[in-house]
């Protein structure tokens, strides 16, 4: 048996934050012990966690790791490695590879490369089609998050817009609904308008304008009415707008049926960064306005922002040249994501507290998750051990990313992941990587 000593750490957890040190034995929490108890016994491991503080592990529930069928942009490998990097244990991920995951085939081959290949913890969503509903029986919901839909999205081909077809999924379902949500008519509409205007490939500061408010709205409105008459639960991935978050009520003391996630770079960036960072930025859907942005952020705090998410999506830097009609969209994050979020604690706009809640316990109450999440005895060692007043800059070198790019590249954060526990490995040691480390198939809905 393994024993490690997490000392000296500032504990973030379920609300709280106070001195103390946590034992790990094998892959699961020990103790977790208040500053004036002693740990007793002998440790392989002794890390000294004076004045950093410790969070769960993060669940990120919105990734596209690209494998199988575009691993030229990432893979599982790569992309676990930035997670790790990043403070993140977790991942839950999109079905719009090559091919799709909409079989029971193609779900079987992800899980089965992910055992060979993940460095951390993994899950994969199954994908909703026009005619693939009858499958859902045969999903064994312990293993999958939930069934993505793209709803009013034509990424990688996998738009479902029949009624007879969202009345189906909305039913019969079971487990959670995640929606992309884009009206795909009035997206056309905007974009055809845009290149009689401007051309082509419209500049990238038209996007949120293609993308815009209405084509989230009205998508989003018709989301929520669904799942409202079939009484499905119903998770918004990337809300990117203020008139969007009418639709949902604050989770208070019971978690709603119908939730909302935000993703990093809607809470990051906001229109004003076009011109800046041009199409490192242009994502589906758009970054939008700074009136948005701070809705989003006010909503991190008022409950209707249940998680936070990444939608990390990489491409290659050649994919991503051009505008509107010609870039790639989609930006990876899973490895920022964390002190990009520490980042708005040091501007006020949210608690560490309030982090540790959006990013570690509430993807795990909303999706069931098995002993993760939480920093509990007996549950998986999944720790994550940051450090404020650390300043570093992002640099191509650092970027663990198989694409080699991010938006991030050249910012300066104040916050820095020092250690990465997965399952009781220290998998991340201050730039060290134990890249033998594997991580373990996610569990869901354990009674």
Not at 124 to 145: C, K, S, V
Not at 408 to 437: L, P
Request: charged share 25%; proline share 4%.
């Amino acid at each position: 048996m393994s024993k490690t000593l997490i000392k000296n750490a500032i504990i973030v957890n379920e609300g709280k934050s106070f001195k103390g040190s946590i034992t790990i034995e094998d892959d699961s929490i020990a103790g977790i012990l208040q500053e004036n108890e002693t740990p007793r016994g002998h440790f392989d491991t002794v890390v000294d966690a004076t004045g950093c503080f410790v969070l769960p592990g993060i669940i990120d529930d919105h990734v596209h790791f690209r494998e199988p069928g575009m691993t030229a942009k990432a893979d599982i490998e790569s992309e676990s490695r930035a997670a790790a990097f990043g403070g993140v244990t977790t991942f839950f991920d999109m079905p719009n590879t090559v091919p799709q995951t909409v079989t029971l085939e193609a779900l079987a081959d992800k899980f089965a490369s992910a055992a060979s290949e993940s460095h951390i913890n993994y899950s994969f969503f199954f994908g909703a089609t026009n005619t693939n509903a009858e499958l859902f029986g045969y999903l064994d919901i312990h293993r999958i998050p939930g069934i993505k839909l793209f709803m009013g999205s034509s990424t990688g081909n996998m738009l479902v817009d029949r009624k007879e077809a969202l009345d189906k999924i909305f039913a019969t379902a079971p487990v959670p609904v995640m929606a992309h949500c884009e009206d795909t008519g009035i997206i056309n509409d905007n974009m055809r308008k845009a290149k009689e205007a401007f051309g082509d490939d419209p500049s990238i500061e038209h996007h949120p304008e293609i993308r815009s408010e209405e084509a989230c709205y009205r998508s989003t409105e018709l989301a929520v009415r669904l799942a409202k008459q079939h009484g499905a639960r119903l998770h918004v991935a990337h809300v990117t707008t203020a008139r969007e978050l009418s639709l949902f009520e604050p989770w208070t003391d019971t978690m709603p049926k119908i939730t909302a996630e935000a993703v990093i770079a809607h809470l990051f960036f906001s229109d004003e960064d076009y011109t800046r960072l041009g199409s490192l930025i242009k994502c589906n859907p758009a970054i939008k306005s700074t009136t948005d942005r701070e809705a989003l952020r006010k909503a991190l705090t008022d409950g209707k922002i249940t998680v936070i998410g990444t939608d990390h999506a990489p491409h290659l830097p050649a994919d991503k040249q051009g505008g509107c009609s010609r870039a790639a969209s989609g930006m990876p994050m899973v490895q920022f994501s964390l002190v990009a979020m520490l980042e708005l604690v040091s501007k006020g706009v949210l608690t560490i507290e309030r982090v540790a809640e959006l990013m570690c316990h509430r993807p795990a109450m909303l999706f069931d998750v098995f002993q993760r999440g939480f920093i509990r005895k007996g549950y998986k060692a999944d720790l994550t051990i940051v450090r404020p007043d650390s300043p570093w800059t992002v640099t191509e070198g650092c970027i663990q990313s198989k694409c080699g790019w991010s938006p991030m590249q050249g910012h300066t954060f104040d916050w820095r992941v020092e250690h990465t526990f997965c399952n009781g490995k220290h998998i991340y040691n201050n730039g060290r990587f134990d890249a033998s480390c594997r991580g373990e198939e996610v569990v869901f809905r354990q009674e």
